[in-house]
């Protein structure tokens, strides 16, 4: 054995351990699809949606392209577009911004909490009294880093203005809020399978889903040019269709969701006791909700020099997110927001850094993060 060998690196997720998790099941998915000559939508993509429809417990489940496309389609199935105010927030992944432009609709940016990065229900009352021009039509809060955000009063004050529901799901695979699912309360809640979100595919996809018809007719129609019969547009749409193959893929790793969920919520006890009393903020956790730990978020005023010593360590760490979406060049000074502005948004940037978790992360592999970050302070 050679002595002086660098230890193995820990990477900040590893989506290709989940696919060797269960490769023999995922490869003979694949070669099924691949048999059956069916490659667009059919009986594997509809078995997949009504197997995640039961899994958050809701009646509809239509599969897309993308977790930006199923903010799109979910907008447009509502009658979401031009002129319409569409309220979410700044501290998310930008497909939640870019779906909502995209959808023809303009994006007002509400502030988080301090502790849970998720919409602020004050900050929604205040923006709702005095809104930018234009008619106000949905709130679309984000389940960050895998906890939801405050439905109880996110729900209520979208009741009481008239407003759709409109839940961001993206990394909330599994998580509940008071004993029911996230993506169960809105009018539509819209899911992404990017490889590394606690449900991922193997390459892109998305879900959205409803308890309503109507608007479950108008996402299928939404989702595949505007069609209600074949080749006759009802409306206008787009195409974006989850991949069969994906589908196939997502069925298996879909039986795996809880136990994988339950290794993501392990390694994060493990990370709060050992991190526990030094100079940095562990992920709150709202009470009686489950949170799912897509992400592993600490605060502190160190960041960077934290995160170059963990790099030279071999472990990878990540930001999510470095630039609130209001101050990326593409969208800078030219987003709406409520009247006491995205300070709590803007402090956070800097300050936020995303420790290493996946289901196939081990104890020894948390452990060495953690004594890397103790020897840090040390
Ligand atoms: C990943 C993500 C999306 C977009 O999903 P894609 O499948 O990558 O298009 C949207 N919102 C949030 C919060 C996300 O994390």
Redesign the pocket.
Known sequence: MTTNRPAPAIPQTDPRAGYLAQRTAIDAAIARVLDSGVYILGREVEGFEAAFADFVGVAHAIGVA??????EIALRACGIGSGDLVFSVSH??V??IA?IERAGATPVLVDVEPGTYTMAPRELLRVLRSPPPGRPAAVLP?H?YGQPAELSALTEIARISGLRLIE?C??SHGAFYRGRAAGSFGDIA?F???PT?NLGALG???MVVTNDPVLAAALREVREHGWRERYVSARTGINSRLDPIQAAILGVKLRALQTDNASRQAAAARYDSGLTGLPLALPARRPATTHVF?QYVIRLAERDGLREALQAAGIGSGIHYPVPVHQQPAYRGRLACGPSGLGVTERAAPQILSLPIYPQISDHAVDRVIAEIRRFFA
């Open positions: 993308s977790g930006t496309d199923a903010i998310t992944a497909a939640t779906a984000v960050l961001d993206a990394q819209c992404s399978f990017y979100k892109d996809g998305g897509h």
